[in-house]
Each structure stands twice: as C-alpha cells, then as structure tokens.
C-alpha cells in the first residue's frame, strides 16, 4: 500500500493506492476498470471528463484494431501512458504526441520493448 500527499492551493489530499485485485488481460477487463476509474476520478475533478472519454476511444480503436493475442501490448501501452501522465500535470492523455515513443516502442513490431507475447519474458 502506498500514500500519497498533494496539495491544491489550500487543500490536501491524502490518498492511499493497493495493489490491484485483479490483472487486467482482455479488452473487457480493461473497459470495467477503466469506467470505474474514470467515475472515480471525474468525482473529484470533473473537468477531466473530456479528457478521459477521449482516451478511452483512443485506447478501444487499438483493441478494435488488433488481434486478440496482441491485446497484452495494448494493455502494456495503456500503463506506459498512464505512468507518463501521472495525473496530468505536464501531459494530458490527449496529447498522444507527448507519449508517441511509448507506443513505438511498445505496439510497433520494430518497437524496442516488442515481443511475439507481451509481457516480455523474464529471461530477457
């Protein structure tokens, strides 16, 4: 578990983070955790609304677009995303140009961190 501290001009927010329940391995489990992410997060800033919407269509048109064994890179790219993000401070997730080398490397068969199954093995 971790905590965490922001402040917002005069008020502090203190959140704490656990570890996922559940992994998340198909286009389904990601649309679930994603609609209950996106409630949570526009609860407590509602501008953000937009934002998130857009990014889920963006993330479901690559799901649309691949085939289902390939759907872990996806996966992959989505958490990449959502690191370099973090929280949308310098970079919002409908900039997909300030994150473009997350999904070359990721997605893209010539991609750095491409392989034939994704997760990568640990015998890398």
Same mark, same amino acid.
Request: proline content about 3%.
């Given at each position: 578990?971790?905590?965490? #501290? *922001? /402040?917002? =001009?005069?008020?502090?927010? %203190? +959140?704490?983070?656990?570890?996922?329940?559940?992994?998340?391995?198909?286009?389904?489990?990601?649309?679930?955790?994603? #609609? *209950? /992410?996106? =409630?949570?997060?526009?609860? %407590? +800033?509602?501008?953000?609304?937009?934002?998130?919407?857009?990014?889920?269509?963006?993330?479901?048109?690559?799901?649309?677009? *691949?085939?289902?064994?390939?759907?872990?890179?996806?996966?992959?790219?989505?958490?990449?995303?959502?690191?370099?993000?973090?929280?949308?401070?310098?970079?919002?997730?409908?900039? *997909?140009?300030?994150?473009?080398?997350?999904?070359?490397?990721?997605?893209?068969?010539?991609?750095?961190?491409?392989?034939?199954?994704?997760?990568?093995?640990?015998?890398?």
């Amino acid at each position: 578990m971790k905590i965490g #501290r *922001r /402040a917002l =001009e005069r008020t502090h927010l %203190t +959140f704490v983070t656990n570890e996922a329940k559940r992994k998340v391995r198909n286009t389904a489990d990601w649309a679930s955790a994603w #609609r *209950r /992410a996106t =409630e949570a997060v526009v609860f %407590t +800033f509602p501008h953000r609304r937009k934002e998130l919407d857009q990014y889920q269509r963006h993330i479901q048109v690559e799901f649309d677009a *691949r085939q289902l064994h390939t759907h872990q890179r996806v996966i992959a790219y989505d958490i990449a995303v959502r690191n370099f993000v973090g929280g949308g401070q310098t970079a919002l997730l409908t900039k *997909r140009d300030k994150f473009s080398h997350l999904y070359a490397a990721i997605v893209l068969p010539d991609g750095i961190e491409f392989t034939q199954s994704y997760p990568p093995s640990s015998s890398r």
